[in-house]
């Protein structure tokens, strides 16, 4: 090796180097801490109990303990005066691949998808990476809980409620866990598919098949269980779907399309499953089927593309509200990973369009606290519940609002992330050039 090439390759080294201490330093996050707060003189939005103002929300060992504007401070609390400033719940992104995904144009990055079209068994809680450089991204937009969710097949595996905030997967979990199910679709998958509609309808037709099928084999499994007392000879597949068969456990079943929204109805109806819609992308048009039946929906992305080209530009934020007039339960999702901050915007177009700004506010707190049975621990500022929640200067559906503290089951969580880390760095940054030197000066 030439000197020339000695050379080379040092300074290569010296210039990775100094770059690789940069990324690292821009994604340090300063750590959470743990303890008794009290946050003062607040604009206090509860959800479930009206507006609150100057009030005082008091956080110990994880909860509210109290709400109000008479309110005596604990002497071991740690004050945080937030005047001129409004405290919300956290909100909770109802699907998303936050943990399961990193940067999706890259296979290496991602976790959500097994092989096979049949993988029921499959638990996207154990897959979650809690160290994801999306997750305190996420967070600083207020979003405090999300669904996380596998997908591929027709039955992906298990979606779970997360935390944004812990150490361990164990640590992160919410308390819902929902088996995720794709209904067959009868339409075209994309304007890349060119089948015939004699194509689209034998694929279709061979799906639900498929579908019936497992489900006769889950009965069958389910009915030797329970006569044979659990001792039947293991299948992961099929076990996996039996809490689901007999009503132990919700199923998320996606549906898009308007002849498709009403054949997964008539499934959940004629197998007597507790399910969720989700996706629900031409909901609008069938929002009176949907209330009638009783399903609550997960509906998004909000800021999407018109389900038809013969639909109007708005149609997608329109969706959720039109719903939610129709007296359908509706909760908001982003559908993303990366992109899962922007959870507000979702909620604040779906507010201007139709759905009003009440009513996105809680498609993004209580509405799914109460889907996934959890409403008593989340969802709404009250004593009692766990301290999820964030302080504002605004209305967090406004690009221009801040998010000032957060805390998560209640740590004071901060909000700095790789983006925030990054934008200081650069703002206060040195000129990058050395300096000269001075003649006389070593």
Not at 25 to 43: C, D, H, I, M, W
Not at 271 to 297: H, Q
Request: aromatic letters at 8%.
């Amino acid at each position: 090796m030439t000197t020339a090439m000695k050379k080379y390759i040092l300074l290569l080294l010296c210039i990775y180097s100094f770059t690789a201490m940069s990324v690292i330093r821009a994604q340090q996050v300063e750590k959470s801490t743990y303890g008794t707060f009290a946050l003062t003189n607040a604009t206090v939005e509860t959800v479930t109990k009206g507006t609150l103002k100057n009030a005082t929300v008091i956080i110990r060992d994880g909860y509210i303990q109290e709400v109000g504007t008479d309110v005596v401070i604990p002497k071991e609390a740690q004050v945080i005066d937030c005047k001129n400033l409004t405290i919300y719940p956290g909100m909770v992104d109802s699907g998303t691949k936050v943990g399961l995904q990193e940067i999706g144009s890259m296979s290496l990055t991602q976790d959500y998808n097994e092989i096979g079209d049949i993988t029921p068994d499959m638990d996207a809680l154990t897959a979650v990476n809690p160290n994801s450089v999306i997750i305190p991204v996420t967070r600083v937009s207020g979003v405090t809980s999300v669904i996380t969710y596998p997908s591929g097949g027709l039955f992906p595996g298990q979606a779970a409620l997360i935390n944004l905030q812990g150490y361990t997967p164990e640590q992160m979990y919410g308390g819902f866990k929902a088996m995720i199910i794709n209904f067959p679709s009868s339409g075209k998958r994309g304007r890349w598919d060119r089948r015939s509609d004699e194509e689209i309808k034998k694929d279709g037709d061979k799906a639900i098949k498929k579908l019936n099928d497992v489900w006769e084999r889950v009965s069958t499994y389910a009915a030797i269980d329970s006569a044979a007392e659990g001792h039947v000879d293991y299948n992961p597949e099929l076990a996996a779907l039996v809490p689901v068969y007999r009503g132990e456990m919700t199923a998320l079943v996606e549906a898009n399309k308007t002849s498709d929204i009403l054949a997964a109805i008539k499934w959940i109806k004629d197998n007597n499953i507790k399910a969720v819609l989700t996706g629900v992308s031409e909901g609008w048009r069938v929002a009176d089927s949907i209330a009638l039946a009783g399903i609550p929906v997960i509906t998004g992305p909000v800021l999407g593309m018109p389900s038809r080209d013969t639909d109007p530009y708005d149609q997608a934020y329109k969706n959720a509200g039109l719903m939610q007039k129709a007296g359908v339960k509706v909760a908001l999702r982003t559908d993303d990973s990366e992109n899962s901050r922007n959870l507000p915007f979702n909620a604040g177009f779906a507010a201007t369009y139709g759905m009003g700004k009440e009513e996105a506010l809680k498609a993004v707190t209580i509405v799914p606290a109460e889907i996934f049975g959890i409403e008593d621990e989340v969802g709404s500022i009250e004593a009692g519940k766990k301290a999820n929640l964030f302080v504002s200067t605004g209305d967090p559906f406004e690009p221009s609002t801040a998010i000032k503290h957060l805390f998560i089951n209640g740590w004071n969580v901060p909000i700095e992330s790789r983006q925030t880390l990054l934008y200081d760095e650069f703002l206060n940054r040195d000129p990058g050039v050395t300096p000269k030197a001075v003649p006389g000066k070593s």
